[in-house]
């Protein structure tokens, strides 16, 4: 819109000038950018004619000979990665370096491994071994009888981890009380499912059989915890190049020393949002998605993108996990978006293990917690909210999608601008919940007041509530009411400020070691009202055409991430002596 208010001469007429009072407006048309621009005649010369026509020459041979040059590429480029590894491989034996699996030589070795692996799977075993295997799940044979070879492997996981538990609390049989929790949750979760005629057990029952298996390889194995702290190292030192680029554009005390919200953890969404859009750009997340979301759908029952969030969700957390799968929020149905926001609610990010060791929480508890809500998450996700429609993101289903950017710079461009609304949409909710929550507080004291009780908060009302939880999770019963208080103060406020009061219990020698490791496992999850709103704000800024369907599963995502965490602490409780 353009305003007149001067002269304009135009083919020789004068246009009258038009008072302040009667200014209007009138729309400019623009040309389609996409209209058939109209070329011109060459003009550079005859240097710049044969330069042209040396150009056209070499694309005309390369395209006549693209698969003779493309294997020259590859031939060439294996040539340079060999020579490469031998290099590595000379400086390893001379120098005599110690094989660290986590860092250095090991993880080089082990990626080096993993890709031969692929080559050698993708380029020989699958073109023979799939088409048999694919026939195979497909008979009439095995479709009859996989369900019953489930449920007999379920059969005897549960004998052998029932003879394993008598035999391993012979020495204290209270630790038995914290079986009766994991029923009595399962007993809860299926009495208040939305859909209780939906429910899938063999999804339930994975759930829960591998929840079980994840904490005795990280409770009771180190190895297993090791592997896991290196994978989150490694996830966490990549998520720092974020934290490089915000230290540059707002300075060490935001990001560093004073390590505020907006400015430190929301800044990584933005590196990682242009990086997610770079590999969509590529191809590559979608096949990574497919791929580890299809095993995982085959040993759960869940769809791609369910069992994906589950396990990413462990070390990027619950903002930045949904933007490897954005492009298929758009398809997912309210049990799906009810599970993706469960399992954020269910855990917390492996980028902030290092800020909660500083409180004097142990890391191996933190971790293991972790791990073993990715498939407890997706189990009471589908027990309080079954999916009741045909899934449009199965591995039979799912359509890879490809990037509509036009090249490598668009997609990290748009990736990163992606990340803006989000950002804001996170900061916005996060203020109001809190803001809300400090209300209702103040309304509780005040009204606690008029009675003669003073320091009466939410926190407080909830944590009273939850000493019977803490309790069912084993917990002595002397340190019940303190336990509860803690999950009260993470479910109102936040896990931070639990966290530093569950360090200084733990300093004073206030709670047994094993009370301690049951509140670990208990405060292990982003669900309080911050998170709520930074889930709702994520998810219906990548996608708002399924806002309805968020805001309302957004309080029974709430529940069952709580209900997931006081599982595994149940589990921790029972394992732990």
């Keep these: 819109m353009t ?23 009138v729309d400019i048309i623009h040309p389609d950018p996409k209209q058939e621009e109209v070329s011109i005649k060459p003009c550079g010369g005859p240097l710049g004619q044969i330069l042209s026509d040396f150009r056209k020459s070499i694309k005309d041979k390369i395209s006549k000979h693209s698969n003779t040059f493309f294997n020259f590429l590859i031939i060439l480029g294996v040539t340079l990665i060999g020579v490469y590894i031998g290099f590595m491989i000379n400086n390893f034996i001379n120098t005599g370096s110690h094989i660290d699996w986590c860092y250095g030589y090991g993880k080089a070795f ?13 380029k020989g075993l699958k073109p023979f071994f ?12 095995y479709v009859k009888n996989i369900k019953y070879m489930k449920y007999t492997v379920y059969l005897a996981f549960v004998v052998a981890f029932i003879v394993f538990i008598i035999y391993d609390t012979s020495n204290n049989r209270r630790r ?38 994840f904490g005795l390889c990280t409770i009771r194995w180190e190895t297993g915890r090791n592997i896991l702290k290196c994978f989150g190292d490694n996830v966490v030192n990549f998520l720092n190049f974020g934290l ?91 049990s799906e978006l009810h599970a993706i926001m469960t399992s954020g609610f269910s855990t917390v990010a492996g980028t902030l293990l290092a800020a909660y060791t500083t409180l004097g929480v142990d890391p ?52 990163a601008l992606s990340a803006i609304g989000m950002v804001q949409g996170i900061i916005a909710s996060v203020i109001a919940c809190v803001a809300f929550i400090s209300f209702l507080n103040a309304v509780c004291s005040w009204l606690g007041t008029l009675v003669g009780y003073d320091g009466i908060t939410l926190e407080y009302l909830v ?9 069912l999770m084993g917990v002595d019963p ?16 936040n896990e931070f400020i639990a966290y530093k009061q569950l360090g200084q219990l733990k300093a004073a020698g206030k709670l047994s070691a094993r009370s301690e490791a049951i509140a670990t496992f208990a405060l292990c999850a982003f669900s309080n009202p911050g998170a709520l709103g930074s889930s709702i704000a994520t998810l219906t800024t990548l996608e708002k055409r399924q806002s309805e369907k968020i805001h309302k599963v957004a309080l029974r995502a709430f529940v069952a991430g709580c209900i997931t965490t006081f599982t595994s602490a149940c589990i921790a409780g029972l394992l732990t002596d």
């Design 244 to 334: 490089d680029g915000a230290t540059f554009v707002y300075g060490d005390t935001l990001i560093v020393k004073e390590m505020v919200f907006a400015f430190q953890a929301l800044s990584t969404l933005y590196f990682l949002a242009m990086f997610a859009r770079i590999l969509f750009y590529l191809g590559w997340l979608q096949i990574f998605c497919f791929k580890i979301g299809s095993v995982i759908e085959m040993c759960l029952g869940t769809t791609v993108i369910e069992s994906i969030n589950a396990i990413t969700i462990i070390f990027l957390g619950m903002s930045e996990a949904p933007l490897l799968y954005s492009v298929y929020l758009v398809d997912l149905s309210s």
């Design 176 to 213: 038995l009380i914290s079986l009766l929790g994991v029923i009595f949750f399962l007993f809860i979760s299926f009495i208040f499912s939305k859909h209780p005629e939906y429910i899938r057990w063999d999804t339930v029952l994975s759930g829960v059989t591998l929840q079980i298996l």
């Design 3 to 25: 305003i007149i208010e001067k002269e304009e001469i135009t083919n020789g007429e004068i246009i009258p000038v038009v008072p302040l009072s009667n200014l209007e407006t």
């Design 364 to 415: 191996r508890y933190v971790l293991t917690a972790s791990m073993m809500a990715a498939p407890a998450s997706l189990c009471f996700s589908k027990l309080l909210y079954p999916e009741t429609v045909q899934s449009k993101t199965t591995s039979k289903e799912i359509t890879l999608l490809n990037s509509n950017d036009a090249n490598l710079l668009q997609a990290a461009s748009n990736g």
């Design 463 to 471: 944590g009273m509530l939850l000493v019977p939880v803490a309790w």
């Design 110 to 122: 082990i990626t080096i491994a993993a890709i031969l692996w692929c080559i050698a799977y993708y």
């Design 478 to 493: 002397e340190e019940c009411q303190t336990v509860g208080s803690l999950i009260g103060i993470k479910t109102m406020a």
């Design 130 to 141: 799939h088409p048999n295997f694919k026939n195979l799940t497909k008979s009439a044979y």
